[in-house]
């Protein structure tokens, strides 16, 4: 399985950016798809996820100006972030959980969101 990540960059306190994960590979099954991210000195935290049945979940420091959305005939997951900060700054990651109770089984390989001031 292949997570390919997409739409990081550098943008200024209270804007938005996009992000974007297509995930491709044999035999591909996605129970859910989500974001992670981490940033320096702090541990990996959820950001964001998505059920195959459209189910949603966002960490509480998110909620609110981040949105994530599924396109599933193309498998592919996007995180909209509005109203960015400097605590937004991490390396967000696409995850992926083939099935319930599996965890999230895939990684890709980071993307760099940095909010400056």
């Known amino acids: 399985v292949y997570l390919d990540e997409s739409g990081g960059g550098l943008v200024q306190t209270g804007g938005s950016l996009r992000l974007s994960c297509a995930a491709s590979?044999?035999?591909?099954?996605?129970?859910?798809m989500g974001w992670h991210r981490q940033a320096p000195g702090k541990r990996r935290e959820l950001v964001a996820s998505?059920?195959?049945?459209?189910?949603?979940n966002y960490a509480d420091s998110v909620s609110g100006r981040f949105t994530i959305s599924r396109d599933s005939a193309k498998n592919t997951t996007f995180l909209q972030m509005n109203s960015l900060n400097s605590e937004d700054t991490a390396i967000y990651y696409c995850?992926?959980?083939?099935?319930?109770?599996?965890?999230?089984?895939?990684w890709g390989q980071g993307t760099q969101v940095t909010v400056s001031s």
């Open positions: 590979g044999d035999g591909l099954s996605i129970h859910a």
């Open positions: 995850t992926l959980s083939s099935a319930r109770g599996r965890g999230w089984d895939y």
């Open positions: 998505i059920t195959g049945d459209g189910n949603t």
